[in-house]
Structure formats: C-alpha cells, structure tokens
Antibody, heavy 126, light 111 residues
C-alpha cells in the first residue's frame, strides 16, 4: 500500500528551527512531485511548499519563503522540510502530501493531493 | 484569510441535497484553473473527494458531484447521510501567487 509517514515535529520557541521528515512507502519518489500543506488550529488548509520529481524545482508560499526549505532524497524515499526562524503563526499540523497534475481543458495543470500523511504537530510558543 | 471563499457552515437533514460553494477570482478559478475538493472528518486527515472539477476517485460515492462555472465551483451532496458530517475544502491554483490555494472550508452539519 502507498503511504506517507511524517516525523520530527515538536514544540519550539519563536526563532527556533525544526526539520520535518516524510517517508514514502509503496511508490517511488522519483516519479512524483511532493508537497507540504499545513493546518493551523481550527483553521483551513494552507499550501506551504512543493518540490518536483527531480528535486530541482522548488516553490514556496510567500508566508514561508526564505525561512522554509524543502528537499527530497529519491533514493532514501524521503522528503524533508527544514523550518528556520519559527514564528507563533507557524503553529500547525503539517501534512506531507503527494500532488498529481490534472490537465483540464486549458494548456496548464493544477495539482490535486491524492495521498496524505497522518500529519505532524509543530507548536511554536514562548 | 483564504484566497478561495467558502461559507463557514451549512446544515441539512438526512436525505436532503446540499450545495457547498467555492468562490474565486480572475487569478485562480476564473483564469481556468481546475478545482478539487477534500473532505475532512474531525480528527482525521483530509481525503480527496473530487478532482478536476467533477471527477470522483475510486471509492467516493456518486452522491458527491462537483461543478465549475466562471469564477466559482460547487460541491453537491445528494441523499445526505450522517457520515457526511465533516469539513469540506475546495482547492485550486492561483497564478498571481504562483501556488496552490484553498478555501477556508465549510463545516457541514447533518441535523
């Protein structure tokens, strides 16, 4: 079965750092982009970052650009999110998700997320 | 504040038909980007419900239907069941933000 398992969350003070990891099972990361999505307490979902199948192209939400770094090791079947200079509003459950490209009637695609990890809690407070 | 706008709550009685709306703008849904929907039962991980505006993944009952028109999309649930009580999120892409965007979610209560 295909599965994503996150690890590495925890509680940190503002300004601190964390590394979130996501292990993929049942499929090869070489063939897929990967994405991180987060959900603040009682709030909606927020796209955070994406990395392409070759682990070359990386994209970030404005709210995290410059502080978060996404990486992928296709051979180790893992995706990571390095989070620096944490802020209180980074408190959320972080999900590792697998995006699939949907090509509609236009010449472009949108990603949809067909496989989700169980989520990992990050709590930032002083 | 979410880029896509969804009503925060909606309710319906068992057996009823309900429509959940998702409103965007010219930089996302209105630009032609497709819409996807997720269901999140409290305490669980979001689950893909509809992709590409109207496609259902394997295992999703045909009680769930998706539509898109202009700058908005909708999710229709017919024959509402108690197990449908959940949060529902729409999602698309925004070319001014160069990234994925979600709605704030609609909490559906089955009376």
């Amino acid at each position: 079965d295909e599965e994503l398992v996150e690890s590495g969350g925890g509680s940190v003070q503002p300004g601190g750092s964390l590394k979130l990891s996501c292990e993929a099972a049942g499929f090869s990361l070489m063939n897929y982009w990967m994405t991180w999505v987060r959900q603040a307490p009682g709030k909606g979902l927020e796209w955070v970052a994406s990395i392409d199948d070759d682990a070359i192209e990386k994209y970030y939400a404005d709210s995290v650009r410059g502080r978060f770094t996404v990486s992928k090791d296709n051979h180790k079947k893992s995706v990571s999110l390095h989070i620096n200079n944490l802020r209180v509003d980074d408190t959320a459950v972080y999900y590792c998700v697998r995006p699939l490209h949907y090509y509609g009637t236009g010449s472009f695609y949108t990603d949809y997320y067909d496989l989700w990890g169980q989520g990992i809690q990050v709590r930032v407070s002083s | 504040q979410s880029v896509l706008t969804q009503p925060p709550s909606l309710s319906g009685a068992p057996g009823q038909r309900v429509t959940l709306s998702c409103s965007g703008s010219r930089t996302n849904i209105g630009a032609g980007f497709d819409v996807h929907w997720y269901q999140q039962i409290p305490g669980t991980t979001p689950k893909l419900l509809i992709y590409g505006n109207y496609n259902r993944p394997s295992g999703v009952p045909d009680r769930f239907s998706g539509f898109k028109s202009g700058m908005s999309a909708s999710l229709v649930i017919t024959g509402l069941q108690a197990e449908d009580e959940a949060d529902y999120f729409c999602q698309s892409y925004d070319n001014s933000l160069s990234g994925g965007v979600f709605g704030g979610g609609t909490k559906l209560t089955v009376l």
